[in-house]
């Protein structure tokens, strides 16, 4: 079991993406858990919106890092 908190991590990878100027990738991301309605929905929400920013290799290392432990986290919890 995980003790990872995926709420205080996306709004980390959310505030990490604003400072580099990608405001919209971070809005996404806190959208994602504003909108939900179950916890299952958000995460499903937040898998969906990491694998489509984990695609541009040109994010800086230490956003790729957090996005990937935090999708690879996400996964494991909806298996």
Known sequence: MSTL???????????NLKSIG????????LDAIDAG?????ILMA???H?????K???????IIASATILSESINSALS
Do not use: F, H, Q
């Not at 990608?22 to 991301?29: A, Y």
């Not at 309605?37 to 929905?41: A, L, N």
């Not at 990491?50 to 984990?54: A, F, R, S, Y």
């Open 5 to 15: 908190d995926y709420y205080a991590e996306a709004r980390k990878i959310s505030a």
């Open 46 to 48: 937040l898998r969906y």
């Open 37 to 41: 309605s179950t916890g299952t929905e």
């Open 56 to 62: 541009d290799k040109n994010l800086p290392v230490d």
């Open 22 to 29: 990608r405001e919209t990738d971070g809005r996404k991301l």
């Open 50 to 54: 990491l694998t489509n920013l984990l």
